[in-house]
């Protein structure tokens, strides 16, 4: 069958994934999951739309992620395979919906302004 490749995005995190049916292999930045991700949180992250559908073991599953830490990194994963998995299947895209998964979610860092430490914190006040 053929190979679907989407992209998935959060906070500065950007995915990239490339996904057929296959054996269930997720490899991330040509390694495995559970190496790049060494925590379970962040592997279920990932994992969570192939689980909610039912799909989990189906797909070959090779992620190219750049930016970020690694919990945007786990999300930004997360919404590229929830696209791939809409492509192959359109009956996923519902519960995928409801859950979130479809959603690009637009918070960013806001960004310093001048004549503050931080983008609200102000420089300590000195009385005298």
Known sequence: MEMINKIGR??????????????????????TLEVYFPFDLHQIVVKQPLALV??????????????????????AARM????ALCE???E?????KKEGFLTRDPRMVERKKPGR???RRRFQFSKR
């Open 88 to 90: 192959f299947n359109e």
């Open 117 to 119: 430490r931080k983008a």
């Open 10 to 31: 959060r906070k500065t995190s950007v995915a990239r994934i490339y996904m057929a049916p296959g054996k269930g292999n997720i490899t991330v930045n040509n390694q």
């Open 54 to 75: 039912g799909e989990d073991g189906n797909y070959d599953i090779q992620i190219n992620v750049d930016g970020g830490g690694i919990k945007g990194q786990a999300e």
């Open 92 to 96: 996923h895209r519902g519960p995928l």
């Open 80 to 83: 590229a395979i929830s696209r």
